[in-house]
């Protein structure tokens, strides 16, 4: 399988131009030469964008690809005859529009998509779509064994599958690891706060499901899930950053393309330094942006050891004007946007999307955390940068787990048809 993670981008009106380019702002694989070439991309760039926008128009697909009507006619009708999408004619679709049939990712095709964390895995089931099929989180007591998530696993993907209203085939496993992962063979290389290390946790997982694995960093998986189906949908170049109990992680895209780097360790933008952090790292460094701007010292100020991350907003809300706390807000507020604006100058991004921890530091003074980027940025690479806050939630890495597994069937759907007719003929 190819590994070029590809991110889409909505820049409507773009059209291809060879080798790889932005297709109705979708990266599609370098077109070739021969009519296979041009049929695996033109199936690439259909497929892909009724994925990325489930009940798109065949007039919209015309818009978003630059292909011409009677190409998108043909490249629909043979991905309807995969049973990859089908077709909603205007007149059953609810609402009125333009008379141009919706197309819509077949119902039956999923990934399974799994996420070991510090105090629980969880499996869900993820549609073509994006959408959330199932879910079952089970808590792990202290600190779980690699053998004992794979087990944990497989109980819980049987039992999802299980409880499905509808029948699915699965055609292979995304996971996302709080750690650094070598995309190549899915080997978790450290987790620190899981204690792994060289753990072959791809390999391992695949024996036990009997499916295709893909593993990569969970915070590199969040970067595309929100680029793909969250705050970022359509934007070409941005940046994210997320805060939770293990610190700071990140990604980038850059032109449509996923930052990855050799291995792909690329975006551990929390172990870059920043101005007067004087705490030593367990990275092994002093003055990591984790150490400095980080959830446990937020917590000190409120007077809390711990606290759900889907009710740090209320809490912060509720200390509000206590000097502490708004003391602890402010400094770091002022250091995040110091890197922000770092991070503006490497990647000239057109967004920055902050996760958890970092979601409720922006929310509790937002025009703060955007003047201080503005007075700590190099002018031209802030002036046009939007700062939002991530939408996934909880479903981040369950959905972007799957994305990236998907992401080479997107770019050969007659390979991914012929897979699913034959997982569908034995079920
Ligand atoms: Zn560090």
Known sequence: ??????????????????????????????????????????????????????????????????????????????????????EVSPSEHAGRGRPSSHVYPARDVAALAVYPDLDAVTVGVIGLGGALLGRLRRP??????PEQIVS????????????????????????????????????????????????????????????????????????????????GRGVADLVYLNGSYSGIGGGAITGGVTLRG???????????????????????RTGC??????????????????????ELDDELDAAQGRPGVEQEIDRQIGILAGAIGDLASVFNPSMVVLGGALGSLWSAAPDRLAAAVAADSFAPMSGDLTIVRAELGSRVHLVGAAEIFMLAYLRDPAQLAERVARLRQEA
Request: glycine share 12%.
């Open 289 to 310: 942006l984790e150490t400095e701007v980080n959830l446990r010292r937020l917590l000190a100020a409120l007077g809390r050891d711990d606290v759900d991350l889907s």
């Open 140 to 145: 792990t007591e202290g600190r779980a064994r």
């Open 1 to 86: 399988m190819t590994d070029a993670e590809i991110a889409p981008t909505t820049a409507p009106g773009v059209v291809p131009a060879a080798p790889a380019a932005l297709a109705g702002g979708l990266l599609v694989p370098a077109q070739g030469s021969g009519p296979e070439d041009t049929r695996r991309h033109n199936l690439s760039t259909i497929l892909t964008a009724v994925h990325h926008r489930p009940g798109v128009t065949r007039a919209e697909l015309t818009r978003l690809t630059g292909l011409n009507r009677s190409t998108v006619l043909k490249v629909v009708a043979e991905l309807v005859e995969g049973a990859l999408v089908h």
């Open 152 to 231: 944990l696993v497989s109980q819980l993907a049987s039992d999802v599958i299980a409880q499905l209203p509808e029948p699915v085939v699965i055609v292979g496993v995304g996971c996302a690891v709080p750690g650094l992962v070598r995309a190549a063979d899915g080997v978790v290389v450290d987790a620190p706060h899981m204690d792994w290390h060289d753990v072959p946790f791809g390999a391992m997982l695949s024996d036990a499901l009997g499916l295709p694995v893909q593993v990569r960093n969970d915070a590199r998986i969040a970067t595309v899930a929100e680029a793909v189906f969250g705050a």
């Open 262 to 284: 050799r291995d792909g360790y690329g975006g551990e933008f929390g172990h870059t330094r920043v101005d007067g952090g004087r705490e030593r790292c367990h990275c092994g």
